[in-house]
């Protein structure tokens, strides 16, 4: 990528211009990196309350989408889905375009039929995720074989 006309001036001032880097499938200064990590919710349809979860794609994602123990599977096509939970989210960046962004996934929720909102983690999420950890703790320590 070339330089910016921002770049150029700094420059001149002797100032360094801001490396770019790679985020989110997008090329952006690390200022530009959306700060805020949210959840996103449903609010209305059938999974009305249910917070998204991660995105799972390619051949046999339904199958796959199984090992992830959520409330509800929401397909985006054929072979892209979404992990819908009860009472927690992934984190997803605010605005951010990509797969880790809120913008695709409202987007692609809204092309779905659903509308959604924005959340912040509260403590009733943080007794969410704690729940859910102990839950995978014991379930690993049941299959793991003892040495």
């Known amino acids: 990528m070339g330089k910016t006309p921002k770049d150029i001036s700094a ?5 360094k211009s801001e490396e770019l880097h790679e985020w989110d499938g997008v090329e952006r200064r690390v200022a530009d990196k959306p700060k805020r990590q949210l959840m996103v919710r449903i609010t209305s349809g059938e999974h ?3 917070f998204v979860g991660p995105r799972i794609d390619g051949d046999g994602c339904l199958i796959r989408a199984l090992d992830y123990k959520g ?3 929401l397909a985006l ?3 892209e889905v979404l992990i819908l ?10 605005g951010a375009p990509g797969i880790i962004g809120t913008q695709k996934l409202q987007t692609d929720l ?3 039929g659903y ?4 959340v912040e983690e509260g403590p009733e999420h943080l007794q969410a995720r704690e729940k859910i950890m102990q839950d995978l703790t014991a379930r690993i320590k049941t299959t793991q074989p003892e040495n």
């Open 11 to 15: 420059e001149e001032f002797g100032a």
């Open 48 to 50: 009305k309350g249910l």
């Open 71 to 73: 409330d509800t599977v």
């Open 77 to 79: 096509g054929p072979e």
């Open 85 to 94: 939970h009860k009472n927690l989210g992934m984190s997803f960046f605010e």
């Open 110 to 112: 809204k092309a779905l």
């Open 115 to 118: 509308e959604s909102e924005l």
